[in-house]
């Protein structure tokens, strides 16, 4: 994959998308809800990675399950889980080939093992590419993040032998967003207006973005059309 030539500063280093509004699409078509989900891993995600490379876009997250998701009818919550698995093999080896990392944030404890494994296995395999760090938030709350974080920090024996105080980056270092930036900007599709507890910690100075438009209908050109409102907001960090 080549980068794209127009790099600027006003592209966002980091795009977190809440991809929201799937079942609604599914069902405005008269299909399964499965469908939704299905249409996004299968036809939506690759395109808006491969344009957020070209347009020098250096992180992209993707709220793929929540720490509340497994309320859902269990039938779709097997159906996701099964698009996570199928999505692995094929979509994991096509992006190691275009050079790109794939993280995830999350508690992957919960998966089913064998999902557990591959998911860090293709983790690993990738952990060299340098184009662009696709994360997948699996199993994934904000209040969740936070709590798994001070139970590592509190299980630290460097952090309990020292009697100095923590800083904030000290502290983000035991975070599942290690190493990742802060989001510049949130997007959450589907119209509603608020973040669920997304990135929590790391949310402080995004630019948030509510497209009325669902998942299923999040194409390369809405993606610029997000970067476009990017580049018009100003952002003052508290200054
Ligand atoms: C939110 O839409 C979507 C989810 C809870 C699941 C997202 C999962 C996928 C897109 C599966 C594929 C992902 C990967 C990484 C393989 P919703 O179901 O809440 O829709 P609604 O707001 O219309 O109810």
């Known amino acids: 994959m080549t980068q794209g030539l127009n790099r600027q500063e006003t592209v966002p280093a980091h795009i977190a998308v809440i991809m ?3 079942r609604r699409w599914a069902r405005r078509q008269g299909l399964p809800v499965l ?18 490379f070209r347009r020098g876009v250096k992180y992209l997250t993707f709220w793929a399950f929540s720490t509340e998701n497994w309320n859902r009818d269990a039938a779709e919550v097997r159906g996701i889980m099964r698009l996570f698995r199928d999505m692995i093999g094929r979509f994991g080896t096509r992006m190691h080939r275009k050079g790109i990392r794939i993280r995830t944030i999350g508690d992957l404890s919960r998966l089913e093992p064998a999902l557990g494994k591959s998911i860090r296995e293709l983790v690993d395999l990738t952990s060299g590419n340098t184009n662009i760090t696709v994360t997948f938030a699996v199993n994934y709350g904000g209040r969740d ?33 290690d190493g990742i930036p802060d989001p510049d900007l949130i997007i959450r599709t589907g119209g509603e207006q608020r973040l669920s507890g997304f990135l929590l910690w790391q949310c402080r100075y995004s630019e948030l973005y509510f497209p009325s438009f669902t998942m299923p209908e999040f194409t390369p050109e809405r993606l610029d059309e997000a970067i476009a409102e990017y580049a018009s907001r100003q952002r003052r960090f508290g200054k």
Do not use: Q
Not at 35 to 52: D, F, N
Not at 157 to 167: A, C, Q, Y
């Open 20 to 22: 929201d509004g799937n």
């Open 35 to 52: 469908s939704g989900h299905r249409k996004v891993a299968a036809e939506v995600l690759e395109p808006l990675v491969e344009h957020a």
């Open 145 to 177: 993040e936070i709590v798994r974080a001070v139970g590592r920090l509190a299980a630290d024996p460097e952090f309990n032998s020292r009697n100095s105080g923590l800083t904030e980056d000290e502290f983000g270092k035991y975070m599942d967003t």
